[in-house]
């Protein structure tokens, strides 16, 4: 997947003396220093000096946060302090449409922890249209307070849209009461409460715009969700959440997915998907006894090496367990392949090499064998113990996954490790939501508005496909309590779910605040288990596609699977593909490998959002940029792989 898109950040030295001599400043270089040390995350598209004058820091605010050129985030450095004229916190907070209390107290408490003159310091934060702005201290201490809050600044900053899908968001299920005053306390040292793995999706096109946040909720509900209870005349028209792109979306279900826990498995088919939480040594040698590699006789070799002439044959080794007979010196004994050779015996010589000479009376069995052989040496045709495997030896190592194709449990049956360690498995169960959802398989026709539930089959398959357990949680009506009474018995038999529909803009898309007012979700605090749940589009081919893109990735740190997520390889266009001018898009795509060993990508067909045939057939999502005009035939690209590739 393409990197994170670059934000734009810009820097606003506070201060009369650097107004009128630009070289006495050394805090832009300073901040600049600590935006790089972010390995190209930001750019720093702009830097000023204004004096300390309220409207002149004001003025350029406003003008960074507005306009085609405006920046993500604004730091000023300077003028927070509690002599005359230090009033760079006041300029701010006047034009500032939203507080962040958040982002104050990391910064103080970072600074704190260096000197207590951070006291001396009065920082403000938050954001002004979509332009986050913090207030670092003069030259002293700007870094620590920048670097306290840099890391966590790109999740608090609203980017536009970059691309179609909506993703879930994470509810807290070890406690279902909802909790009266759960949410942040202004001040509270709690992460920005903007801060969570919502985007909202725009289907193919509708483009509704993203405004600010309409609040009709009551002042002081941290719910950014529609409030059920106030109908379809107070919802709001724009969604509230953060436009996230998909790095950006990804590294947050990272952070909220629960870690791995780790069981301990029988050594059996089961274990195939797992992967081992453990470090695997071998328990014993293979082959664990000295054993022959070919059918022929095991003989002492003389010093001379040579063995032509006729010899009794005293003993028989079979590949069974027991002993045979020692064999001396002018005897030999007759082996199979994979039996232990009888003490004594320094090389086994191909019943190729050999000829019968005489049998017993009875003709059932070799009396002598003439053995047509020189020049052998000791340890000819033999498996020397451990020569496969040394006991104590690692043959596996922790994070390795159990594959069906059967090496890893081969390597381990082999060793004798009867038991291992491995990550638990999420059991996932699949939810569809809906009024008009009926089951598939509902006989005859349908009534005016009812549709075939397609998402809870497909997703069933696609959890099943990739190696989880799915339970069918069935179809929720579109009613608050309903959906509520759903998920929580759903989260007592599964450890993630996936729910789709109910996430549009509609009256009844009852997801979100189920998820946040009903079950206390995109509430992180405190260290108690969460179990996650991500609810897509109700649109089938989105559905499967933001499987793929968000869910996948979370079942596989549950499972500690690593790399998270589809794997992604380069693909030639076979032929013109086209780009949507807004947003980058995932085109399914059939993806094959031709006689030359190139793999090509050919288009599933239309990819509108609710076309369920646009995934028939398709084992790749393309990550195609937004653009003008088609991406033509012999472009390369890259494609995320959902299945197998096939040949041409
Ligand atoms: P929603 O997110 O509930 O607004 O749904 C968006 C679109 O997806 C609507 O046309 C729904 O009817 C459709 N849809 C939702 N769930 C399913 C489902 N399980 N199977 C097929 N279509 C669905
Ligand atoms: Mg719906």
Not at 121 to 146: D, H, K, W
Not at 608 to 634: D, F, H, I, Q, Y
Request: one cysteine or more; a neutral charge; aromatic letters at 4%.
């Amino acid at each position: 997947m393409s990197a994170a898109p670059q934000l734009r950040a810009a820097i606003l030295i506070v201060s009369t003396t650097a107004a009128n001599d630009p070289s006495a400043d050394a805090s832009e270089a300073t901040l600049r220093q600590v935006f790089e040390a972010e390995g190209g995350k930001w750019d720093v598209a702009e830097a000023a000096i204004v004096p300390d004058a309220t409207t002149r820091i004001q003025r350029q605010l406003k003008r960074w946060s507005k306009g085609a050129g405006k920046v993500n985030l604004i730091v000023t450095t300077g003028g927070t302090g509690f002599a005359q004229g230090d009033d760079t916190p006041e300029a701010v907070s006047e034009i500032l449409d939203r507080p962040a209390p958040g982002l104050v107290h990391a910064m103080l408490s970072a600074s704190l922890a260096v000197t207590p003159f951070a006291m001396m310091s009065r920082p403000v934060a938050g954001v002004l249209n979509e332009t986050v702005i913090i207030t670092l201290p003069g030259s002293q201490g700007a870094r620590e307070n920048l670097e306290a809050v840099i890391k966590t600044l790109p999740h608090a900053c609203l980017k536009r849209p970059a691309q179609t899908l909506e993703l879930s968001t994470l509810a807290e299920s070890s406690d279902w009461r909802p909790k009266p005053g759960y949410h942040h306390k202004a001040g509270a040292a709690v992460q920005p409460h903007h801060h969570h793995p919502h985007s909202h999706s725009h289907g193919h096109g509708h483009g509704h715009g993203h405004g600010g946040l309409v609040r009709h909720t009551k002042p002081g509900s941290e719910h950014l969700s529609n409030d059920p209870s106030l109908g379809p005349s107070r919802r709001q028209r724009a969604s509230p959440y953060p436009m996230l792109d998909v790095p950006d979306a990804l590294a947050l279900i990272e952070e909220h997915t629960p870690r791995p826990k780790t069981v301990t498995s029988a050594v059996n088919t089961q274990l195939v998907g797992s992967i081992l939480a453990q470090d695997v040594v071998a328990r014993e040698n293979v082959p664990a006894f000295r054993a022959s590699i070919v059918d022929g006789y095991a003989v002492v070799v003389p010093s001379d090496g040579n063995m032509k002439g006729t010899y009794p044959v005293t003993a028989i080794s079979h590949a069974a367990p027991g002993e045979a007979k020692p064999l001396k010196l002018g005897e030999i004994a007759r082996i199979t392949t994979g039996a232990p050779l009888p003490e004594g015996a320094t090389s086994v010589i191909m019943v190729e090499d050999t000829v019968l000479k005489s049998m017993t009376d009875d003709g059932s069995e070799e009396r002598e064998v003439e053995l047509l052989a020189d020049g052998v040496k000791e340890d000819e045709n033999i498996r020397e113990v451990g020569s496969d495997i040394k006991q104590g030896t690692k043959i596996m190592s922790k994070g390795e996954k159990i594959s069906g194709v059967g090496g890893e449990l081969g390597l381990l049956a082999a060793v004798g490790v009867a038991e291992v360690e491995t990550y638990s498995r999420p059991v996932v169960g699949v939810l569809s939501t809906g009024d008009e959802i009926v089951e598939h398989d509902k006989p005859g026709n349908l009534r005016l508005g009812e549709v075939r539930d397609t998402n809870r089959i497909t997703l069933l398959s696609a959890v099943r496909q990739w190696g989880f357990e799915a339970v069918d949680l069935g179809i929720a009506r579109d009613k608050p309590g309903t959906l509520e009474q759903v998920l929580r018995d759903g989260f007592r038999r599964v450890d993630v779910i996936i729910t789709t529909g109910g996430v549009s803009m509609g009256e009844l898309d009852l997801l979100k605040p189920t998820i946040e007012r009903a079950l206390g979700g995109t509430v992180h605090f405190g260290r108690r288990t969460v179990k996650p749940i991500f609810s897509l589009p109700g649109n089938p081919a989105s559905a499967l596609v933001t499987f793929h893109l968000f869910v996948l990735p979370s079942l596989h740190h549950l499972s500690g699977q690593s790399p998270a997520g589809v794997p992604s390889v380069p693909v030639t266009l076979s032929h013109d593909f086209p780009l949507d001018k807004g947003r980058p898009e995932y085109h399914r795509a059939c993806v094959s490998v031709g006689r030359d060993g190139l793999l090509s990508a050919s288009s599933t067909g239309g990819q509108r959002s609710s076309k369920v045939g646009s995934m028939k057939t398709a084992n790749a999502l393309l990550c195609m940029p937004k653009g003008e005009g088609p991406l033509r035939t012999g472009h390369v690209v890259q494609a995320l792989l959902i299945a197998p590739i096939q040949p041409l």
